[in-house]
C-alpha cells in the first residue's frame, strides 16, 4: 500500500501555535515525511506518528531550504531509523538539532549550508557519516562524534569556521579528502591510533592547528600524508618507537 496525504487529524505544538505541517507517505504501514510546509516555523517536533501510522523515515531534502525553524528534535517514542540526504539542507535559521536514537547514518548533505547550527547531538548507535553532512555549518563550534563510528565522508565539516576541536573516534582509519577544509578556528585534534592515511586537504587553512598529534608508531614504517595546510604538498612520516626503528625506517629509503 502506498499513498500521499495531508494529515488532518494531528496537531503539532510549535511555540504557542498548531498548525498542520507534514506531507508524507504510507508503504508497509509506516509514514516517511516528504515534505514540510514552506510556513514552518521556530521550533519543529517530529511527531512519532501520522494519521495513526508510525514515522519511519525522514525522506530526502524534506525539510531543505526551511529557513524560519530554529530547532529540530523528534517526539519521544520516535521510531525514525532513516534520514534523507539533504534532508535539513539549507535552514540556515537552524541552531539546534536532536537526532533520534534509532539513526544508524548520517546521509550526505544532511545539515549542508544550515549557517546558524551550534548544537547537534548525534546518537551513539551512528556508524557512518556521509559527505559534507555538515559542510558550511559556520556557526558549529563542537561537536561529539559517537564511539562507534568507523566511516567518514569527505568534506563532512568543510567551512565550518567556528568548529575548535574534534576528536576523530577508533574505528577510523582514513581521514577523507577536505575533512576539516577551511576551519579557521580548529586549534585541537585528537586522531586515533589507527589511522593510515590523510586525505587530500583534509585540514587546509586550519589557521589555528598548530600541528597534528600523529598515532602512536606500532613498528618502523613509512608513510605519505597530505599536508594540513598545504593542498600541494605532501609529508613523509617516519616512524618507529625507539630510535633504533626509526634508523631502520630511514634507511628503508636509501
Given at each position: 500500500e502506498r499513498r500521499q496525504v495531508y494529515f488532518d487529524n494531528l496537531t503539532l505544538s510549535q511555540g504557542t501555535s498548531s498548525t498542520n505541517l507534514?506531507?508524507?507517505?504510507?508503504?508497509n504501514n509506516r509514514a516517511t515525511i516528504t515534505g514540510v510546509l514552506g510556513s514552518a516555523t521556530g521550533d519543529i517536533i517530529v511527531p512519532a506518528a501520522l494519521g495513526g501510522y508510525a514515522v519511519g523515515a525522514v525522506g530526502r531534502a524534506a525539510f531543505?531550504?526551511?529557513t524560519n525553524i530554529t530547532s529540530i528534535a523528534f517526539a519521544g517514542g520516535s521510531t525514525v531509523t532513516n534520514l534523507g540526504p539533504a534532508a535539513f539542507q539549507g535552514c540556515t535559521a537552524l541552531a539546534v538539532a536532536a537526532l533520534p536514537s534509532g539513526t544508524t547514518a548520517l546521509p550526505a548533505?544532511?545539515?549542508?549550508?544550515?549557517?546558524?547550527?551550534?548544537?547537534?547531538?548525534?546518537p551513539t548507535g551512528v556508524t557512518a557519516i556521509g559527505n559534507a553532512a555538515f559542510a558550511e555549518c559556520r556557526s558549529l563550534a563542537s561537536v561529539t562524534l559517537p564511539p562507534g563510528l568507523?566511516?567518514?565522508?569527505?568534506?563532512?565539516?568543510?567551512n565550518c569556521r567556528s568548529l575548535a576541536t574534534l576528536a576523530i573516534p577508533a574505528g577510523i582509519t582514513s581521514i577523507p579528502g577536505q575533512l576539516c577544509y577551511e576551519c579557521e578556528n580548529l586549534s585541537a585534534l585528537t586522531l586515533p591510533a589507527?589511522?593510515?592515511?590523510?586525505g587530500y586537504a583534509a585540514f587546509f587553512n586550519c589557521r589555528a592547528l598548530a600541528g597534528l598529534s600523529l598515532p602512536a608508531a606500532s613498528g618502523p614504517?613509512?608513510?605519505m600524508a597530505s599536508h594540513p595546510t598545504d593542498p600541494a604538498a605532501k609529508l613523509l612520516v617516519i616512524s618507529g618507537r625507539d630510535a633504533q626503528e626509526l634508523k631502520r625506517a630511514a634507511t628503508a629509503l636509501a
Open positions: 507534514f506531507l508524507y507517505t504510507i508503504e531543505k531550504d526551511l548533505g544532511l545539515f549542508q549550508d544550515c549557517s546558524s547550527l551550534a548544537a547537534v547531538s548525534i568507523y566511516s567518514l565522508g569527505e568534506s563532512v565539516f568543510l589507527g589511522v593510515t592515511n590523510i614504517s613509512v608513510t
